[in-house]
């Protein structure tokens, strides 16, 4: 990137940026999940790290979130209260260490002061200031600088003491405060000024609640517990803010004008302070001896934060003596001496660099997105799926484009938007191919459907994507017949077409490449174990489009019922399936018209003659459903209409009980059209074709045998 393009997205990126924060810390309204901010703030941060001459006063890098509400009176922080930097990485940690090594050369070389862990609570930062002890202020952080007196509201919060607690003199000799300290300290809290620094949040429980209560009384729901707490504590009115039941966990403490490490050295002992003064502190903090423990308590947590009854959204780890604060200072917007470590976040941004056509077992192209690499949900992505034509159009996706993907848990990375804000104009539209990428065959649209497909029967692709359906799991399911042994012996050109599979003989195999004798034997075997096969399954395997295993059960139970006999040859399967009419397959409970007509036209294809011929060549046998007995055995039924005694699934399930079968169109083989009230066309079409209509009662006294 040159510096003229660096500008162009820095501007960007910064309006972007600055829109999303506005709405978020002045409205307290979220337009773009906190982690996608994230991820665009650090490429901000990247790009000025790279062009330090493009970096100005207003970028969202060098300030820190919200402005005072006008509606509350503003409040000077007598020390700035001051934002953190993020690291998203071990290496962003370990850069950060050694960074700060150059500072610290007041300490002797090879001394390490450890850490402290402390974990990120999701909330609205606060100030309170104690004077001779007691509350006299409450402020947000506002701008760092300036935030807004909340006091009326932050008094409603009961975890919060309105006067301190006087710690024992033992308490603070445990902590290593003695001597001229504790005189010191005691001055402070009588005659002096403290001020804690703590996140006010609310936990999931009371989230819970009140949007129950809410829903209720249909006002609106909060949309998260962070938004639920700011929300709360930026109410003009106090009872609001005390309904919200909010509480209130302390993370820092100055003590009048000393210096962080005056009085009290560690951070360690400062959080225990805090507790002896009356607060609520984390309990779960630890101190860390190296950024190797550090590591492992911010996994440890990443992995346990759901059993917390709060969120949080990463670890804060501080240098642990403090001390060494005033030697490392800040730097811009937040100090050298802590830094945030963000748990994996479930969303990124990045930029979509290709979109490639996958062409899948039934031919369907199916769109990819290649991305530039980035880190979501713990992992290096560079891929993510688009589903299909619609989704495209749906997210209004162009090549080039700023994208926010998402991975939560181990399911495959989506795109969830595009940031269109950020173009340049230079953005392409995604071509819809016309020739298959594997074959250059033709590519068909189906219908208003959006799905692309491959014309050309004999496309590689469809030709090994069919073959390594058929031999998967869940079809034929023949061992040791997996994706690379399909590939390898479709290029040695063993194979072409599923019937291939079961002509193989041990003698094909030996000689080639991973064909050890043993090897042979057993996958020649494996396939013998399967020349008798459910018909089911074998209608599934064929990879007919739309058939998938439940419409291909409802095909072999028609296929077993017009055949009646126990076992199939597939030219017996062929010749009766070739014999009926899309109307035959429409008619069978659940097929749809699509998936009708793709079984009509893959049952009157020459090419399935072939196969079918091939695999019965072969000697394979295919055993039928067992039809399911009872006096209804063989009956058909429509539904039309609502029935008053049970709704129309419990109907369907009595009638497959007692054998029958339910199916979802009137034709003239149908025996029997239920109506109900206020039945629709389906009466005149039974009429038509001379079915035979029943009403409700008849239809419980036929269900009962009567
Ligand atoms: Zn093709």
């Known amino acids: 990137m040159d510096i003229k393009e660096a500008r162009m997205r820095l501007e960007k990126l910064k309006k972007e940026i600055g829109f999303h924060r506005h709405q978020y810390h002045v409205f307290d309204r979220e337009t773009i999940s906190p982690a996608a901010l994230d991820s665009l703030k650090n490429e901000l941060f990247k790009l000025e790290n790279e062009f330090p001459e493009l970096i100005t006063a207003d970028s969202p890098t060098q300030r820190i979130g919200g402005e005072a509400l006008a509606k509350f009176k503003k409040a000077p922080h007598a020390h700035p209260m001051i934002s953190l930097y993020d690291a998203f990485s071990e290496d962003d940690m370990r850069e950060w260490e050694k960074r700060n090594l150059n500072y610290l050369s007041g300490f002797p070389a090879g001394y390490n002061p450890g850490y402290y862990c402390e974990l990120k609570l999701d909330g609205l930062a606060g100030s309170l200031v104690y004077e001779s002890g007691q509350l006299v202020r409450g402020v947000t ?26 710690p024992e003199k033992e308490e603070l000799k445990s902590i290593g405060i003695v001597g001229q300290d504790v005189n010191a300290f005691y001055r402070l809290l009588d005659d002096g000024l403290i001020e804690v620094r703590g996140e006010s949040i609310m936990s999931k429980q009371v989230f819970a609640e009140l949007n129950r209560k809410y829903e209720k009384e249909g006002r609106q729901l909060l949309a998260n517990t962070r938004n639920g707490a700011a929300g709360s504590l930026r109410q003009l009115d106090p009872k609001i803010a005390a309904e919200r039941k909010l509480d209130f966990y302390a993370y820092d403490l100055i003590l009048g004008d000393y210096e962080r490490g005056e009085i009290v050295h560690s951070r360690e002992a400062a959080d225990k302070l805090v507790e002896f003064l009356g607060f609520r502190r984390v309990k779960d903090n630890r101190r860390a001896a190296s950024l190797k423990e550090v590591f492992a308590f911010q996994k440890k947590w990443e992995g346990k934060k759901g059993t917390l009854p709060f969120f949080i959204d990463g670890v804060v780890v501080k240098y642990n003596d403090m001390r060494m604060w005033p030697l490392l200072g800040i730097v811009g917007k937040a100090p050298r001496y802590m830094m945030a470590y ?14 490639i056509w996958q ?44 994208i926010i993907i998402e991975r939560a848990g181990d399911v495959i990375p989506k795109v969830i938007s595009v940031l269109s804000n950020l173009r340049t104009g230079e953005e392409q539209p995604i071509v819809v191919p016309k020739h298959c990428p594997r074959c250059g065959g033709d590519v068909r649209r189906e219908g208003d459907d959006v799905i692309l497909r491959c014309t050309n029967k004999n496309c590689y692709a469809v030709a090994l994507r069919r073959l390594i359906h058929f031999a998967s799991r869940g079809a034929a399911d023949i061992e040791g017949l997996g994706e690379r042994i399909v590939e390898q012996l479709v290029t040695e050109n063993l194979m072409e077409d599923a019937g291939d599979i079961f002509g193989l003989r041990k003698e ?88 009708a007509e793709s079984l009509h036209t893959f049952w009157n294809d020459e090419d399935t003659e072939t196969l079918m011929s091939k695999f019965e060549r072969h000697g394979v046998i295919l055993t039928a459903v ?36 339910t199916k979802e169109s009137v034709s003239r083989t149908l025996d029997y059209l239920v109506v109900g009230e206020e039945p629709g066309s389906k009466l005149e079409e039974a009429k038509k074709f001379g079915v035979k209509v029943i009403d409700e009662q008849e239809f419980i006294k036929l269900l009962e045998g009567k």
């Open 508 to 595: 094909d195999l030996l000689g080639l490449e991973r064909f050890a004798e043993k090897k042979a034997e057993k996958l020649v075997e494996a396939i013998a174990a399967k020349k008798v096969m459910p018909l089911s399954r074998f209608i599934y395997a064929l990879g007919i489009s739309h058939i998938g295993e439940e419409s291909a059960n409802t095909v072999a139970e028609e296929i077993s019922r017009r055949l009646s006999s126990k076992e199939i040859l597939p030219l017996e399967l062929y010749r009766k399936a070739a014999s009926l009419g899309i109307e035959d397959w429409a008619s069978l409970g659940d097929v749809g018209p699509v998936v």
């Open 626 to 661: 067992q039809a399911a007995s009872g006096h209804l055995e063989g009956k058909s039924f429509v539904l039309t209409g609502s029935l008053s005694g049970l709704t129309r699934g419990e109907a369907k399930d009595k009638i497959k009980a007692r054998g029958g079968k």
């Open 342 to 355: 963000k748990f994996s976040a479930e969303q990124a941004t990045t930029k979509l660099l290709e979109v």
């Open 141 to 166: 952080r506002g701008d760092g600088r300036v935030g807004e007196d909340i006091t009326l509201n932050l008094r409603t919060i009961e975890s919060i003491p309105l006067s301190l607690r006087r």
């Open 359 to 402: 062409v899948g077992r039934t031919g369907a192209l199916t769109p990819a997105a290649i991305l530039e690499p980035v880190k979501v949900g713990g992992v290096t992505v560079g891929r993510s799926t688009l589903h299909n034509l619609d989704e495209i159009r749906r997210l209004g996706l162009m090549l080039s484009d700023t």
